[in-house]
Structure formats: C-alpha cells, structure tokens
C-alpha cells in the first residue's frame, strides 16, 4: 500500500502530463490557425484596397499621354494625395513612366529630376514582362519625405498594343501591419509576420529582422514545395535562434505569406505552468480530488473567460447593427421627410406673398419653425449616423474659437461664464464649420442644462500627439483636443456609458431629443476624429472633441458678394422631378427668379426633351428618382450630350451626394428656400441669357 500510495500518484501524475503536454500543444495549434484567418483576411483587404487605389489612378489618368500628365501635374497631385489620405496603410502613390521618371507623386507637387527607379525591382519586374500586382522587398526610401522604409505593390500602366508603358506603384507601410499585429499579439511569446515568396521579409512582430531566410530554412522548403498552408515546428530559427511552432499561409492572389507562430517555450511554460497547479503533498485520495477539481477549475475559468469573451463580441456587434440599422433608416426617411419639408416650407413663402395679416402671419411663423425643427432633426441623426454630407475646410481654431465665444453666450443664462482659452500658435482643422459651430453650441446648451443655479463653462484648445491609447480609441498622430468642462450636476457612473447613444436623454419629457451629443460624437467621428467623456456626479462633466490637425493654411476670407436682383427673363429651366408636390413648389422659386419653367417626372423625358428643344438653359434634377436612371447618372449624360448646359442637382438626402460633389456637382440640399437656390445657381452656372449652343433632335 506504501509502494502503491506513491506509485500510483506518479504514474497518474506522468499520465496527466502526458495528455496536457499534447492539449497544449493542440490549444498552440488552434490558436495559430486561427490568427492564420485574421492575418489573411486583414492582409487580404490591405492589399486589395491597393489595388483598388491602383485602379483608380489608371482611371484618372486614363487617355492622358505623359506629357499631359506632366502638364497637369499639379492637379494630379492633388487627386492622388487625396486617395494616400484616405488609406492609413498607404505613404505614397507614384506614377512613373516608361523610362524610370516620375510623373505624379501623392507626396511633391513637382517631383525632383534626379529620381529614377529604373534600379528598383519593382520596375525591372513590370518591365520585363507583365507580372500582373508586384510585391518588392523593403526599400529605403529615395526621397526624404517618405520617411520610414516601405513596400511596393505595382502594376503596369495599361496601353492598347499591350507595350510597357510605366508602373503606378504604392508605397505600403510595414509600420501598419506591424502596429496590428502588436494589437492582436499579447500573449507571451507570439510571432506575426508578412513574407514573400523568396523569404524577404514586408513586416515582422516583434521585430523586423534585416535579412531573409536563407535556402534550406523549413518555411522556405514548404513554399517551395508548393504548399500553401501547414503548421510545423522549427528547432532553431534562422532569425533568433528560438525554437518555435509556425504556422504559414498564402495570401489569395499575391505572391506573399502570412506567419504566425508560438515560442515553444512559451508552450511549455504554460505546460509547466498548469503541471505546478496540479502538484500538491497528501493522502492520493486527496491528492486525485484536488486533481480532479483543479482541471475542472482550469476548464471552467476557460469557458468563463470564452463566453465573457463572446458576449463581450457579441454585445459589440449588436451594437454596430443597431448603429448601422439606424443609419440605414435615417438615409431611408430623410429623403422622403425633407421632399415634405420642402412642400411645406415652399408653401409657406407662397402663402406669405398672399397673406399678410398679423394672424396669418403668426401661424406661418410656426408653420416655418416646426419645419426648420424637423430638418435640423434630420440633419441630427444623419450626423450621428455619420451619413450628414460634410463640407469640410481648413480652420484655425485659435482664431475662431474667440469668434463663437459671443454666440455662445447667447445660449448660456447671464449666471453662467464663459471662458474660451487657445494657445498662440495655430491649431489648423479641416472640419465642416458649420457642423462644428452646432457641436459647440449642442455641448453649451447641454452644460447650462446641468448648471440650473449657475456656474462656469470652460472652452480649451490645445494641439497634442494621440499614441494609440484605448481611451482615445487607437487614435494616433497629430491631433487638436477641444476640451468643454462645466461645473455642473454631472452624470452618474451607471449613465455615462450611454451619454452618447441617440435618443438617451436624462432631461423632462419635451426638453431634449437625445440627439445633442450624438451628433457631437457622429461629427467628430466623421471628421476623422472621435469624443470622449469624463463625468464626477456633483462635481461636473469635461467633453473632449479630438480632431486630426492639419497642415494646410485656412482659405483667406472673401468678402460676401450680395445676390444680384433678378432678370426679368433669366432663360428656360428644365426641373427634372418624380414628386409633384416639390416640382411645384421649385417651379415657383425658378419662376420668382425670372426663369420660364419646363417639368418632366424623370431622366428619360429630360432627354427626350433636351434632345427636342434647344432653348433650355439649364437643369434642375433631383438625384434619386425612378425609371433606372437618377439625376447623377442624368448629370453626367448631360455633361456629355451638352457640354455647355449647367446642371443644379438637389437632394433630400441620397448616398450618391457625395459621390456628385466630388464629381464636380453642385448639390442643393432640401428643403431648401429663394436665396438657398439663387446661391447654387450661381455656383452651377454663369449667368446667361443665351441657350447653350445644342442640336435639337
């Protein structure tokens, strides 16, 4: 029984270890598997986006010889630095032609002469033949303003006779996947890398070494071989020397591997790790108890953590759907709702004209008011929603912040101050200003809320470098806080975490919508930035706006240009709309404004009537309309059929607005008044009293 009591705990002890060594190892490969599919579909999306962007650069240059392209060299510039600002993963974009000079950079506007890349491989590639997207090795940058070292994904520019024409290559930056991969790599011991074929490596975590593998490596004979996914273990890396389990997989379409792997040590410790909490001194009964309870403990407080982790996801995903839910609603009513806010508020400057009694008057004022509410309802929730159509510019927030400190004050009570401090130096935003002002003045309402018997608002400015922190949402970079602190009730702890969900509101029935600082938050993140919270009950709430600063100097201020009366026959309109009710109340408008006025119900009978009358001057389009065709799609045949015919797009609300205004579209927004559509007029056209020069028939 001696020999026994201690036989019997050892053989039962090596038994246990036996199986946890080998679950170990087969939790290491599950984990690794798993990261293989993130590493995958992260990459996969990263470089697709590129190829997107690729094809959007051989878009705009599309029919433009070289020396075109050079010509308009600047322009171009512009264009492609917008798509580089658009992608985080993404330093520059060049263009470059046959002979290993440079066309366009997303990073000059004129790019130096001295730069050739006709030594670079990715050029040597593409010129030797079509080698469809190429993935270079990591260079060092020619150009100081590229900065960090970067990979190139490049493809030939394409030419009719199938000739090498040049490359339009993209810088990608291994700063982006090696940020991620510290994201999603804490565990002890944990390997992510990007690889190419030739074992060269793009991106590496922990770090990225400054030598391939070499021939002979287990990975490179695995790539060799053809296979492309495997999980195997190496005994001593070419790299550090560790031994480590690895998995690798080939990225769909490139040319490229992802890499994930665990330090067998780290394997073991967490072997070893679990073999010491099994280890106990007494009876073996006891001994076998406490075995028993303690795996049962381990797999419980695994499956606790699993399904905390779960509905941690799954709570997060309920949350983006109803976000995206009701952003899809907003898009879906607000076209409809601000059609009818149209009616009624073109209604009621007719009915002015007619009726001018003081009571007439009084309940056209409300009428006007309940309108107005309900489109700065709308504009609210597509704001949260971040569907609200921005017109962004670059600002100086050390010189206009002073500037609104007087309306402000106007939406404060006289027992409330007002404080607005900014630094010397400029604190340049490229922001909607208009929906920045109703930001602020959604922020200062909500404070002189919470300060029912008085107190101070404080407004700071103060420019800062945001590094990746969870409380400011991983935002990184060069960045201008607004920071809003009042002195007030504050909000609970138990509140806080909805202060920013639409329609959450702790105020009475009749005195708040909810939507106040969800169209902070909408706004702030649509700006590219985000908003905080921090709150003590009693003491006061402090609201943080964190926008990305820019580096672009203000537009200097143009003096207001008074609107001009109108001609007594200003030409004809042609007002393209399906609802009668706004073709009625737009015709009125055209109509005051001198314009003789021609109606169709859609895009074809626009043609139609193009096609047959001459003497149109220009048209008025709604964007989303039945029959197949809507006013973008009409626009740009317009612009094709007619050159010289302005086109006035409108819209209550539509995805396709954005897309017009980049287009170069003027886009009016309804419900809207007189003055509202004689400014887009004059945006949309010269003012002439001639037909554009057309073909009737």
């Known amino acids: 029984m001696m020999v026994a009591s201690v036989v019997l705990p050892v053989v039962l002890f090596a038994f246990a270890g036996w199986l946890n060594y080998r679950h170990e190892y087969a939790v290491a490969d599950d984990r690794i598997e798993r990261s293989l599919d993130i590493l995958h579909e992260h990459t996969l999306k990263v470089f697709q986006t590129v190829e997107r962007a690729i094809a959007e650069v051989n878009e705009i240059v599309r029919g433009m010889s070289d020396d075109d392209i050079r010509k308009d060299q600047s322009r171009l510039h512009e264009r492609v630095k917008r798509i580089v600002d658009a992608l985080p993963q993404v330093r520059a974009i060049f263009l470059i032609d046959r002979d290993g000079r440079p066309l366009v950079s997303s990073q000059l506007r004129r790019m130096p002469s001295d730069f050739d890349a006709r030594e670079r491989s990715f050029f040597t590639a593409q010129m030797a033949g079509d080698a469809g997207t190429y993935v270079s090795e990591v260079l060092t940058p020619q150009l100081t303003s590229l900065g960090t070292p970067f990979f190139v994904l490049c493809r030939r520019r394409p030419l009719t006779d199938g000739k090498f024409n040049g490359v339009v290559a993209v810088a990608v930056l291994p700063q982006y996947f090696e940020e991620f991969y510290a994201l999603i790599g804490r565990s002890p011991g944990s390997l992510y890398a990007l690889i190419r074929a030739d074992g060269s490596f793009l991106a590496r975590y922990p770090e990225r070494p400054n030598r391939s593998l070499q ?3 287990g990975l490179r004979t695995a ?21 480590r389990r690895v998995g690798y997989g080939k990225l769909e379409g490139f040319p490229v591997y992802v890499i994930a792997g665990i330090d067998s040590s780290a394997i073991r410790g967490e072997w070893i790790a679990t073999m010491a909490s099994h280890m106990v001194f007494g009876l073996p009964a006891t001994l076998l108890l406490l075995l028993i309870i303690g795996v049962a403990l381990r797999r419980t407080r695994r499956l606790y953590a699993e399904a905390e982790r779960r509905e941690a996801a799954e709570a997060a995903l309920r949350q983006a759907q109803r976000l995206e839910a009701i952003g899809q609603l907003t898009g879906g009513v607000a076209h409809d709702f601000n059609n009818l806010l149209m009616v009624v508020s073109g209604s009621v400057q007719r009915l002015r004209r007619d009726l001018t009694s003081e009571r007439h008057t009084r309940l056209l004022d409300m009428i006007e008011n309940a309108t107005n509410r309900g489109e700065s309802l709308t504009r609210q929730l597509l704001a949260f929603s971040r569907r609200q159509m921005l017109t962004p510019a670059v ?20 027992d409330i101050t007002i404080e607005v401090v900014v630094p010397d130096r400029s604190c340049a935003v490229k922001v909607d200003p208009s929906e920045l002002e109703l930001a602020l003045l959604n922020l200062a309402v909500n404070a002189r809320d919470a300060m029912p018997n008085g107190g101070a608002l404080s407004i700071t400015v103060e ?24 002195t007030g009730s504050g909000i609970p702890a138990d509140i806080l975490p909805h202060a920013f969900e639409p329609f959450f509101t702790t105020k009475e029935v009749g005195k708040g919508t909810g939507l106040g600082l969800s169209q902070v938050y909408g706004f702030a993140k649509q700006s590219g930035g985000t908003a905080t919270i921090t709150s003590t009950a009693g003491r006061g709430t402090v609201i943080t706006l964190y926008l990305p600063r820019t580096q672009e100097l203000p537009a200097p201020s143009i003096a207001r240009i008074e609107p001009e009366a109108a001609p007594h026959r200003a030409g004809t309109v042609l007002v393209v ?3 009668p009710e706004v073709a009625e109340v737009a015709t009125a408008y055209f109509q005051q404004l001198g314009y003789m006025v021609k109606q169709v119900a859609n895009a074809h009978e626009a ?18 309309m039945p029959g197949g065709m809507n006013g973008l799609e009409l626009g740009h045949a317009i612009r094709r059929l007619y050159p010289a015919l302005p086109v006035l797009l409108a819209t209550g609300y539509s995805d396709s607005a954005r897309d017009a205004v980049q287009q170069g579209f003027v886009v009016l927004h309804k419900p809207f008044e007189l003055a509202g559509l004689e400014q887009a007029l004059r945006e949309a056209r010269t003012w002439k009293l001639e037909p554009a020069p057309r073909m009737a028939g």
């Not at 922190?469 to 009042?486: K, M, N």
């Not at 043609?607 to 989303?624: G, H, T, Y």
């Open 395 to 414: 600002i100086d927030l050390s010189e206009r912040l002073p500037e609104l400190k007087d309306m402000l004050s106007r939406s404060l009570r006289d």
């Open 577 to 579: 709309e399906d609802s």
């Open 607 to 624: 043609l139609e009537l193009l096609a047959n009358d001459p003497k149109i001057n220009l048209v008025f389009s709604d964007i989303l």
């Open 463 to 486: 420019p800062l470098v945001l590094k990746g922190r969870a409380g400011e949402e991983g935002l990184s970079g060069e960045f201008v806080a607004i920071r809003v602190a009042d």
């Open 215 to 217: 021939p002979g490596s």
């Open 223 to 243: 790539i060799a071989q053809g296979r492309e996914r495997g999980v195997f273990t190496i005994t001593r890396s070419q790299i550090d020397a560790a031994e």
